[in-house]
């Protein structure tokens, strides 16, 4: 097939500017006749500090044509970006234009158009959000799944026309808390959502000054947004390994490229530290950490804080994410600071769980590579090493170029930002994990955590076990309170040696069973050499009545009678003697009531 030939050269091609070589709502309209030469900002503004700060779009409406006196074929003739932007920063894309002459508020109609309002969203939005904020506060119910960080949404509203407008967003980071709010029926829980969206919002939108139990909107609507295919476009992309003849697959740095600017959002963080990630370390077993009765309205304080779903609450359960919830109700809780609030008329009882602190530790990560071998939802790793603390593992990774997440709030389970579970942690350390979206194709899956293994009890057991006191005497005495005037043969102590429970009890002022001492009853303290636990467990009788007393005058030698006009019970009889010291070749008192007598003390059984 012969060539077609042409008497045009590359020199007659030549790029030519529009009217209107502005960003102005008007830039663009028709051809001119002057041509580009290529010097340097002759077609894009430099980019000023204010737009790396806050991202720009820049777009301009050139025309290719050859404008020359006559009549020659124009084969083969394209136009194409040959080189990459300097700054990793900037984008460079091309599009076709709709029409001859089109001005720049046409063609960013279309431009934006990739992403449409779709339906309603489950959130309602609470107050109003100010221009220049880069928050977006709104409610939703409390079953309702929370957004995705990632996400994009949009603000329906009516501009002064009348007309409806669509504001978009994307989701930057996503807080949330169940708030319980009041009205003429009486108290009813949402969420409360704070969104963090990655550019300012460029003017005020009034939402709904208090949440309804009924869910009713505003003027300005909370929609969600699908993609639509609006154009196409062309641009650059570098390759990241060598091509040869006969390669059938090619590697470029980089597919996608930014269409809509994003800026970078600047937070302070204070005492923060630096690198690491939050993790719960246990300080000791499971134990009662409240005790309380009928609570009419008010919150209940722990005496400790506690380890995310490890709260026991009879007829409750902890979902580890800061909510006890029962038939519908819902109390939250505060693991850190060990307080549950939202109380109402409510018999609490006992309430056990698992002390445990929250310290920030250097993080330590992996990754999981991605490629057409083991593209799924489903993964297991390897046993993470050092093992991983209890509140300290997350996993992040790419769908579509959407950031998911999932987090361990201090039960080893692995839950999206809906709370669903979605993957667990062994106490070996391996993760297992069922993605909720396939990872895209060449990305990693991350996998982030901080050791337990750097904490320890003071003798080295394992942080969160009982830790038996260091006895200084060879007898062990207890209970650091006495219970005075205890009964005889009712006595039963309990106690954890390890995981195993231990038992003893008295028998005529012996300790009997898994530990060997005596019982001073009238005192309430018992005395043990081979009792070994950091909490023992008393129960036994006392007895009731005013125990009585007399002091009587003894001399050498004599016999010291007590009478009493009752029966003495078992148990109660106890007598202190203050010894003086005479010297051996005198019969002199030396000290007839000493300042510091030693005294031996008897006691009935």
């Not at 505060?334 to 549950?340: A, L, M, S």
Request: hydrophobic content about 35%.
């Amino acid at each position: 097939m012969t060539r077609p030939n042409t008497t045009l050269t590359q020199q007659d091609l030549r790029l030519y500017k529009s009217q209107r070589n502005t960003d102005t709502t008007d830039g663009g309209g028709q051809m001119t006749s002057q041509p580009l030469t290529g010097k340097p900002n002759e077609l894009f503004p430099p980019v000023s500090d204010w737009a790396k700060r806050n991202g720009q779009v820049n777009a301009r409406l050139i025309y290719c044509a050859v404008l020359k006196p006559m009549a020659a074929a124009l084969w083969g003739a394209h136009v194409i970006v040959s080189e990459p932007p300097q700054s990793e920063f900037v984008s460079f894309l091309m599009f076709a234009a709709d029409y001859y002459g089109q001005e720049r508020k046409s063609a960013m109609a279309r431009v934006e158009a990739y992403a449409t309002p779709a339906s309603r969203s489950t959130l309602i939005l609470l107050n109003t959000q100010w221009k220049g904020s880069r928050t977006i506060t709104a409610y939703q119910r409390v079953d309702e799944k929370l957004p995705v960080v990632g996400s994009r949404y949009c603000l329906q509203y009516l501009d002064e026309k009348k007309q409806k407008t669509f504001a978009y967003f994307r989701v930057a980071d996503v807080k949330n808390e169940i708030r319980t709010y009041t009205d003429q029926q009486g108290e009813f829980q949402r969420m409360w959502v704070n969104l963090e969206i990655q550019d300012a919002l460029e003017r005020d939108f009034d939402g709904v000054e208090y949440p309804s139990r009924y869910g009713e909107r505003g003027d300005v609507l909370i929609l969600e947004t699908q993609i639509a295919d609006s154009g196409k476009y062309y641009g650059i992309s570098g390759l990241r390994e060598p091509i040869n003849v006969g390669d059938v697959q090619i590697k470029i740095n980089k597919l996608y490229e930014k269409l809509v600017p994003t800026s970078v959002i600047e937070k302070t963080h204070a005492d923060d530290f630096a690198g690491g990630k939050k993790l719960w370390v246990r300080t000791a077993p499971r134990r009662l950490v409240a005790n309380v009765g009928w609570v009419a309205d008010g919150s209940v304080y722990l005496n400790t804080s506690v380890l995310p779903a490890s709260v026991e609450l009879s007829g409750w359960a902890d979902d580890g994410s800061g909510s006890l919830k029962k038939d519908g109700e819902i109390l939250t809780i505060d693991y850190e600071k060990g307080v549950i609030s939202g109380i109402k008329n409510l018999n609490i009882g006992q309430i056990y769980a698992v002390p445990a602190t929250l310290f920030a530790h250097h993080a330590y990560s992996a990754v999981i590579n991605i490629d057409q071998t083991n593209i799924g939802n489903a993964f297991v790793t390897e046993p993470l090493r050092p093992r991983p603390a209890h509140g300290s593992v997350s996993v992040a990774f790419l769908s579509q170029k959407i950031w998911y997440f999932l987090h361990d709030n201090g039960d080893f389970k692995l839950r999206d930002s809906s709370g669903e579970q979605r993957g667990q942690v062994s106490d070996n350390g391996t993760v297992s994990m069922t993605l909720p979206v396939i990872p895209d194709d060449d990305s990693q899956i991350a996998i982030f955590w901080s050791p337990i293994d750097f904490y320890k009890t003071f003798d080295g057991s394992e942080a969160g076990v009982a830790v038996a006191p260091k006895i200084a005497s060879s007898v062990y005495c207890f209970p650091e309170k006495p219970k005075t005037h205890l009964k005889p043969n009712s006595i039963r102590l309990t106690w954890l040696e390890g995981s195993e429970t231990r038992n003893a009890s008295d028998n005529n002022g012996k300790l009997i069973g898994s530990t060997t001492g005596y019982v001073n009853y009238v005192e309430g303290q018992m005395y043990s050499k081979t009792l070994n636990a950091a909490e023992v467990r008393l129960q036994a009788e006392q007895y009731i009545g005013s125990a009585e007393s007399q002091i009587l005058a003894v001399e050498d030698g004599d016999w010291m009678v007590i009478r009493t006009e009752k029966t003495i019970q078992r148990g109660t009889l106890s007598i202190n003697l203050p010894l003086a010291r005479r010297e051996a070749t005198s019969t002199e008192i030396v000290n007839n009531t000493p300042s510091s007598p030693r005294y031996y003390h008897f006691t009935s059984y």
